[in-house]
């Protein structure tokens, strides 16, 4: 299996800030990395798939980026509706293993 | 527009058999992978497998294999879910969710709570 291991797992921020997430893989990839988004109760929701591309109707102040081995999410400038938990995950090989999660909560 | 609806929360105790299931709609059931990720209580997001309805080819994270039984109806557009047997280290979210590669749509989640 390929292993996911994201960092920070857990990251307290402004309203405001820049914030990026980093995901790093046990072994590279082709880009199948996709990034989703989850709040408490609810089910996973996706923002970023290919490891670049935008979900339809996902805001822009998300991005993302990478390649191989290491990729990242950034959110350019926190909204207060992005405190959330947030996941990445390869698609490249099954099982697409997911990351631990990094919990983005308000400072 | 596309849908993923769950079956509701299930209580049971251990060794009891459970189905649970993924009802589609809004797309053609046959053309994509449907598959099954469960979160224990607490914790982060687990693959536990995936389905082809068109042939039911299935396949199983090797940790969860032989645990569970993964199907699909496609006269009624159903992916399910089954245990045989049940254990306290079942309880979890099971979420359902429709594959293009990434996961671009999913259930609204099912409680599966174990208990004696």
């Known amino acids: 299996d390929i292993q996911m291991t994201q960092s920070p797992s857990s990251l307290s921020a402004y309203v405001g800030d820049r914030v990026t997430i980093t995901c790093r893989a046990s072994q590279s990839f082709s880009n199948w990395l996709a990034w989703y988004q989850q709040k408490p109760g609810k089910a996973p929701k996706l923002l970023i798939y290919e490891a670049s591309t935008l979900e339809s109707g996902v805001p822009s102040r998300f991005s993302g980026s990478g390649s191989g081995a290491e990729f990242t999410l950034t959110i350019s400038s926190l909204q207060p509706d992005d405190f959330a938990t947030y996941y990445c995950?390869?698609?490249?090989?099954?099982?697409?293993?997911f990351g631990q999660g990094t919990k983005l909560e308000i400072k | 527009e596309v849908q993923l609806v769950q079956s509701g929360a299930e209580v049971k105790k251990p060794g009891e058999s459970l189905k649970i299931s993924c009802e589609a709609s809004g797309y053609s059931f046959t053309n994509y992978w449907i598959g099954w990720v469960r979160q224990m209580p607490g914790t982060g997001l687990e693959w536990v497998g995936i389905i082809y309805p068109r042939d039911s080819d299935t396949r199983y994270n090797p940790s969860i294999q032989g645990q569970v039984t993964i199907s699909a109806d496609k006269s009624i557009n159903t992916a399910y879910l089954q245990w045989s047997s049940l254990k306290a280290s079942d309880t979890a979210i099971y979420y359902c969710t429709r594959l293009y590669g990434s996961c671009h749509y999913w259930g609204q989640g099912t409680q599966v709570t174990v208990s004696s």
């Open positions: 995950q390869q698609y490249d090989n099954f099982p697409y293993t």
